[in-house]
């Protein structure tokens, strides 16, 4: 007969991205018997980078554990964003239930959709949680059906099926069973209380051999590589010999010096652990994701942890721009491939492959947010870098050439679906779905080359005034469409000098195009400081000064006034790169260029490659 753990549940906290689940894990926090009464908890706790504290998304999965009750939660914060969907997937094998957070208003999402398909896949219990639930525009009944489709859409069982649903307002602190907003209290104890009446307790079976497997990666200069996981079967203590079974099939003994457990927003140093604890492990350099711990004479590893493929890349390379080390800290080629190595112990949807040169590296990951995340902690870091424009990864499958597909969703106003449906048609799109959701909405679903949505967010909004919103997921490898798709449709405005901008030849440029720098910018030839309104480069004068003469008013200048530059913030220059330029980030600077900075050099390398075509 099985025995279980009564004084522990396993669970993960899954949702699309802002619908609340970080926030619903601080009041899980707050209201439990976990933290000191004199421990002040910050908004968003669990959000720890400074990344996700500006973004307010999940990146990196994080786990706590809370009390109640004399139950001990472990609970697992998971991201919300697709690009980071490697890490749900492994968090899967990690507990026995999962909580579904969806917004009273938004319902279903994308993410929603990639998250609980995960879970459903490894036969977990579910609990849905409706947020936000005092919000004027809430509709509840409608959000419960279209969770409900969806978990049958997705081939849930017919156990799964029969979900507990627990309304609440995170943000408030309040939560109930019933779908009225008149009936929250402020008190966390329904969803408490659900978790430990439906998500099961894990097997007691700490009587048998260990087997410990890593799900997630950590690292410590003091301890090096930590591995995160869960002991599915056996015990563990400090100072164990133990084997690890490695992903090629080898096997590596090692002792055991430190086991870390976790409680409230602490990882505390513990001596032992048993069956069903999630716990993390330090002792061995080259421990991996997917690697099985066990005992030296009962080698038993359990099956290899999938890990989601890459599906875009870009070249990062060593910053040889007129401007470069004068703003990095780090700015070698040697630093900056430590650094991208260093990335590696901990991201393993990530990879890193040198190239010919020794100053430039292909960088592959999940999507253009999981590689920009990672310049932007570079650059705050101190390090200097270009990057190439985002290319998709393509595969030969059967004999095929394919290419990845996204896909998305949008909710937009009905007056801009016309627009919306010919763009993503231009970009190879397949309409898969229309429906109005009320009040002049439309929601659309499309399956789109992931190509095609390279730049597409900008003009996206653009298109929409700012009242569309786009979510995307991965969707399948799928052949590949062989046809130019996407793009920039204008040419860019590149200097021609050297120097510092000036009003006066800003002001002559505007005409042509938008520009992207203020006056009093240092640029140098071959910086992009524009867009063209036509489809070709142009290059421009745009730190000409005013001649000086003796037939001028003392106060024209000052009169002068132009038009506020549109400055691109990093995904949006990501977005307008084309294959001939460069990205150069700095600690205090993004600059597009050119990657020929001289014109006539560039106009021979044009007509070259025309030639060759």
């Known amino acids: ?23 619903l894990v601080d009041e899980l926090l707050k209201q439990s018997e976990t933290l000191d009464s ?81 879970a459903l896949e490894q036969h977990l219990v579910p609990i849905v949680v409706v947020n936000k639930i005092d919000k004027t525009s809430a509709r509840p009944k409608e959000v419960v059906d279209e969770v409900l489709e969806l978990f049958i859409e997705l081939g849930a069982d017919d156990d799964q099926l029969e979900f507990p649903i627990i309304y609440t307002s995170a943000i408030s602190g309040t939560s109930s069973l019933s779908d009225d907003p008149a009936n929250q209290e402020h008190t966390m104890n329904p969803v408490f209380d659900t978790i430990l009446e439906h998500i099961p307790a894990p097997v007691d079976n700490s009587d048998e051999p260990l087997q410990f497997q890593v799900s997630l990666l950590d690292y410590n200069d003091y301890v090096g590589r930590i591995g995160i996981g869960r002991v599915f079967r056996g015990k563990i203590k400090v100072g164990d010999n133990v084997t690890l079974s490695k992903l090629d099939g080898t096997t590596r003994n090692f002792r055991v010096t ?37 005992p030296m004479n009962a080698v038993d590893p359990l099956p290899i942890l999938h890990i989601d493929e890459p599906t875009l890349q870009m070249t990062f390379l060593v910053n040889n721009s007129p401007f470069a080390s004068r703003e990095g800290k780090w700015v070698t080629a040697r630093k900056v491939e430590e650094r991208l190595q260093a990335e590696l112990q901990t991201d393993v949807s990530l990879r890193v492959e040198p190239t010919d040169s020794p100053d430039s590296w292909i960088v592959s990951g999940r ?29 030969e499958i059967d004999g095929v050439k394919s290419e990845p597909f996204e896909r998305v969703q949008i909710d937009t106003p009905e007056e801009y679906q016309g627009a919306i449906i010919q763009a993503l048609s231009e970009r190879k799109g397949e309409m898969l779905d229309m429906a109005s959701t009320g009040n002049g909405q439309m929601r659309l679903i499309f399956l789109v080359p992931a190509r095609g949505l390279i730049g597409f967010s900008t003009e996206f909004l653009s298109m929409t005034r700012g009242y569309g919103i786009m979510n995307h997921t991965f969707n399948q490898y799928l052949p590949a469409i062989n046809a130019k798709i996407g793009g920039r449709h204008h040419g860019a405005l590149v200097s021609i000098d050297t120097g510092k901008t000036t009003t006066y030849a800003i002001m002559s440029i505007e005409e042509r195009g938008v520009v992207f720098v203020n006056p009093g910018t240092e640029v140098y030839e071959g910086m992009i400081v524009g867009e063209n309104a036509r489809d070709n480069d142009l290059t421009v004068n745009i730190t000409k000064a005013k001649q000086m003469t003796n037939v001028r008013s003392a106060t024209k200048d000052q009169t002068a006034v132009i038009k506020t530059p549109k400055i691109l913030t990093l995904e949006e220059s990501l977005e307008f790169m084309t294959d001939d330029e460069y990205l150069e980030v700095t600690p205090e600077s993004i600059r597009l260029r050119k990657q020929i900075l001289n014109k006539n050099e560039r106009e021979k390398a044009q007509k070259r490659a025309k030639k060759s075509d």
């Open 38 to 118: 004199h421990v002040k908890l910050q908004k968003r706790a669990m959000d720890s980078n400074a990344l996700e504290k500006e973004r307010g998304i999940t990146i990196l999965a994080k786990n706590t554990a809370v009390s109640y009750k004399g139950t001990r939660v472990n609970i697992m914060d998971t991201p919300g964003h697709a690009d980071f969907g490697g890490e749900v997937e492994r968090i899967m094998k990690m507990v026995d239930g999962v909580v579904l957070v969806v917004d009273a208003y938004e319902g279903t999402m994308p993410q929603t959709r990639f998250v609980l398909k995960k």
């Open 1 to 23: 007969m099985r025995v279980y753990r009564k004084d522990i549940r396993n669970i993960a906290i899954i949702a699309h991205v802002d619908h609340g689940k970080t926030t």
């Open 258 to 294: 430190k086991l870390f457990g976790f409680f409230g927003l602490q990882r505390l140093e513990i001596e032992k652990a048993q069956a069903g604890d999630l716990i993390a492990i330090s002792g061995m350099e080259d421990i991996f994701v997917g690697e099985t711990v066990t």
């Open 367 to 395: 999507g253009e947010l999981h590689l920009a995340i990672l310049i932007e902690t570079m650059r705050r870091e101190g390090y200097e870098l270009q990057v190439s424009r985002p290319e998709v990864i393509e595969k």
